[in-house]
């Protein structure tokens, strides 16, 4: 039988599975996420929320999923937002764009990041924007233990969890009528977040850093930059890893590995990892292959030097070792020159290389439609030159296309998209950054595509999408639309999310404001959480896509069979996924009336499943310090 740590997390997975419209009670605890509440601690916040998972606070994330973008100041007199500022009714707009709001609450404050109002003042009623975090009342007393000690240094010594370098306070509020929100996501598993040492790692740790993020073993990320001798696992620094590390064991020239799990981003062949971050990963790293720790040969050697020569780095197998991380529900991020290091990889089968198909980028995009060309008959598009009678990149970083560089968008012509997706979520107008890679476009000249026409572009320039676009989203070969978090029967067939954002580096300095470089770092903060893995869905490969690991399924081929881990003599998933709460009605159960399902090995009146919520109850009243 499975474990009880593998019950709860699969019901608890199951509970939370798409938006859901909910009344929360007084009592209940707000994190806002706007700049009229939420400036000086906004990253903090995000530390906070790490922290409060980590010790078994459920997270409700409420986000409207009807919201809009007003593009505007809201104060313009030409275009007025119907929404108050700070609190509602005083007729005072924001000086700035924001979005539409999430729900509306009338609280006392607990915590105010500007030092300002004292605890248990009342507060009044706002409109709380750029989705906004709330924790039940039912957990308010656990989670305030763990937000006073967040926002008090004083008692750290005692609870090490909340120790930073960076310390700002995050506003809490208290709600003191009941209020309705929709839940996006149902948030309660802390991340395990890997990072790429690629020599710009520096700039995924400031942000992680900026909000108080440890790693697994809780040390804060490092600083400085880090290579094989202290970061990776097994070291100091066991959530940097190195790009040996990543790529595994490649063989010998004789023999290459082809296994792309067999790095570091793996444990026992299954994903290790929630997430995994790349800044700045250069496209002429991606293009080298080194033979005994030095240059390969320009030809393939024969014979006993072939047999005994060892591959020692390939940073084709680094994208292939992504990919396959990529087939569990995961979540990579990559930043500037990263997106194109990954995106517009290319399989090559010559030498040194000796490619397979699974060392292909192309997470999002096709590779488009190769143009053939001749001296009589060049290029018609000038960024492209005639190579071996095809139409190829001048810029190296745009070959094997995907994507295209293209200028850095004004920040007042952003366009927003999709604003309702819980990666995007940010409150005021977002500010552009520069870099060797702002923003990308779609090779209209090679006919690129997003893979399966998804819509993936978060936030695009005037002229977008697809050309200018600076923050994408979507799931590995666009094998799903972005939306609602899937049920956990119908995970399997969507792979991980990618995410990808233009610019080198964004700031963390606080207060946030309109218009700051600060609101990348939030988008990047976003996105440790967005993953389904914080929902608690187990990681690894589910080929049946019934929502149960192939590891933990006795039938990983059938939809139907996984076994009765509740014991009430019907299997739980016999309506085609795991579900505890529906297991008498599928056709695997054949109906509690039909068969007593739900009552054999009960040890009360109460069906199975209502008795294995108390015990999630128990649990998840459990402490880890």
């Not at 009592?27 to 980590?54: E, K, N, V, W």
């Not at 991020?333 to 397979?356: G, I, K, R, S």
């Not at 599928?586 to 108390?614: F, Q, R």
Request: charged fraction near 20%; glycine fraction near 12%; proline fraction near 6%.
């Amino acid at each position: 039988m499975r474990s009880i740590a593998f019950v709860v997390a699969m019901l608890l997975g199951s509970m939370s599975a798409g938006a859901a419209n909910r009344t929360f009670q007084p009592g209940s605890l707000i994190i806002p996420m706007d700049l009229s509440y939420q400036d000086t601690g906004m990253f903090q916040a995000y530390g906070l929320i790490y922290a409060l998972l980590r010790n078994n606070i459920h997270i409700h994330w409420v986000i409207d999923p009807a919201k809009t973008y007003h593009d505007t100041n809201c104060n313009s007199s030409a275009s007025p937002c119907p929404w108050d500022c700070e609190l509602e009714g005083s007729g005072v707009k924001c000086a700035y764009p924001t979005m539409s709001p999430d729900f509306t609450a009338t609280t006392n404050v607990i915590w105010d990041d500007k030092g300002v109002a004292a605890r248990d003042s009342v507060l009044g009623t706002h409109r709380y924007r750029g989705g906004p975090f709330v924790i039940d009342s039912a957990d308010r007393d656990a989670a305030l233990a763990i937000i006073d000690v967040w926002n008090d240094p004083s008692t750290w010594a005692a609870n090490p969890y909340a120790m930073r370098t960076v310390f700002h306070v995050t506003t809490i509020h208290e709600a003191t009528a009941a209020f309705t929100g929709d839940v996006q996501k149902e948030m309660i598993a802390a991340p395990s977040i890997a990072v790429f040492a690629d020599g710009n790692e520096g700039i995924a740790t400031g942000y992680i850093r900026a909000a108080g993020i440890p790693q697994s073993n809780g040390a804060e990320f490092p600083a400085a930059k880090c290579g094989d001798a202290n970061c990776g696992p097994g070291t100091a620094n066991p959530d940097m890893l190195t790009e040996v590390a990543i790529m595994g064991d490649l063989g010998t020239c004789a023999a290459p590995n082809i296994d792309h799990r067999n790095g570091a981003l793996f444990r026992n062949g299954q994903a290790a990892y929630c997430q995994i971050m790349s800044m700045h990963w250069d496209v002429t790293d991606r293009e080298r292959v080194d033979c005994d720790g030095g240059g390969c040969p320009a030809v393939k050697p024969t014979g006993a030097e072939c047999d005994a020569m060892q591959f020692t780095y390939n940073g084709h197998e680094v994208v292939a070792e992504v990919r396959e991380f990529l087939k569990e529900n995961t979540h990579f991020f990559a930043e500037c020159q990263a997106v194109n290091a990954y995106e517009n990889t290319t399989p090559n089968a010559a030498w040194p290389f000796l490619d397979d198909v699974g060392r292909d980028g192309h997470f999002l995009t096709t590779a488009g439609t190769p143009v053939a060309c001749s001296g009589a008959n060049p290029c018609s598009d000038g960024n492209y030159e005639c190579v071996g009678g095809t139409c190829v990149a001048k810029d190296v970083r745009e070959r094997g296309t995907g994507f295209e560089i293209a200028d850095q968008p004004a920040s007042n012509t952003v366009k927003v998209l999709r604003p309702e997706i819980p990666y995007n979520q940010f409150d005021g107008m977002y500010g552009t950054t520069g870099g060797s890679e702002p923003a990308y476009n779609l090779s209209s000249f090679l006919g690129v595509e997003y893979k399966n026409n998804r819509q993936v572009t978060l936030l695009t320039g005037p002229n977008g999408p697809e050309v200018a676009d600076i923050y994408m989203t979507g799931y590995l070969d666009g094998a799903c639309a972005l939306g609602p978090l899937l049920k956990p029967g119908d995970r399997g067939a969507c792979n991980g999310k990618i995410s990808y954002l233009g610019g080198h580096s964004y700031d963390t300095q606080v207060p946030v404001i309109s218009g700051s470089k600060s609101q990348g770092a939030r988008l990047f903060l976003n996105a440790l959480f967005e993953a389904d893995c914080v929902t608690g869905t187990t990681v690894g490969p589910d080929a049946d896509g019934d929502g149960v690991t192939d590891d933990q399924d006795p039938e990983p081929d059938d939809p139907n069979v996984c076994g009765d881990s509740d014991s009430d003599g019907c299997d739980d998933c016999s309506t085609g996924h795991f579900d505890l709460t529906n297991d008498c009605t599928g056709g695997g159960g054949g109906g509690e009336a039909a068969s007593g399902c739900c009552d054999a090995g009960d040890t009360s009146t109460l069906p199975g499943w209502l008795a294995l919520c108390g015990l999630v109850f128990v649990v998840g009243r459990r402490r880890r310090r």
